[in-house]
């Protein structure tokens, strides 16, 4: 089982979209979590945290559910700039952080 | 700040040939990571640094592969002799100290060095 897994998609949505994207961790004792974007031929960056509590960024919303290892992204009012390449990323402690394939966004006019 | 720097931004080779890719992180950034990035298997995370010692390797493919961070403003990523199978996109990232702090654990990564290998 990989240690981070996320639904590939693609998923396609037209402009104006709510689009949620899943990820479950394996390693119970994961102590920080994040989403990056990546866009084609670019680096990762940092999209956002995500925090027990749940936190919001603009039309972004994360989640994190440590009892089921779970966490989301959800991005309202979907825009063509959102299309991209979301990856889930789990950090376990003694520096090691593990990406997750990424989930392919098409967002369509 | 310049953000991590990599070079060469690509590399065509031979196989065979010896090939050195080459990373300065963030300035007071303690921690680097060498990831290797293919359609097929996604971003691996191939070795990490912390001030300047080697961590985990096990994510090294194999021995033609060896990573040094003589200081902490420079690392490398050695492929010899390299192969086909190693082109990719190899990504250097750097992160900031501690835990629980703003920012800890939050990777910043280069532009990435392409290598095709022929």
């Known amino acids: 089982r990989k240690e981070v897994e996320q639904d590939p998609g693609p998923f396609n949505v037209p402009e104006g979209a709510t689009v949620a994207f899943n990820c479950t961790y394996s390693n119970s004792a994961s102590q920080s979590f994040f989403w990056y974007r990546q866009d084609c031929r670019k680096e990762p960056k940092l999209l956002m945290s995500v925090y027990s509590s749940g936190n919001e960024d603009g039309r972004f919303t994360a989640q994190l559910n440590r009892a089921s290892q779970y966490i989301s992204l959800l991005i309202r009012d979907s825009k063509l700039s959102d299309s991209a390449t979301y990856l889930c990323v789990v950090h376990t402690g003694g520096f090691k952080t593990i990406f997750g394939a990424g989930t392919r966004l098409f967002v369509k006019a | 700040d310049a953000g991590v720097i990599q070079s060469p931004r690509h590399e065509v080779t031979e196989m065979g040939q010896e090939v050195t890719l080459r990373c300065k992180p963030i300035s007071g950034h303690n921690s680097l990571f060498w990831y290797r990035q293919t359609m097929m298997r996604g971003l691996e995370l191939l070795i990490y640094f912390n001030n300047n010692v080697p961590i985990d390797d096990s994510g090294m493919p194999e021995d033609r592969f060896s990573a040094k961070m003589p200081n902490a403003s420079f690392s490398t990523l050695k492929i010899q002799p390299s192969e086909p199978r190693d082109s990719a996109v190899y990504f250097c990232?750097?992160?900031?100290?501690?835990?629980?702090?703003?920012?800890?654990?939050?990777?910043?990564f280069g532009a990435g060095s392409r290598l095709t290998v022929l």
């Open positions: 990232a750097s992160s900031s100290p501690g835990t629980g702090s703003s920012g800890a654990n939050v990777l910043t």
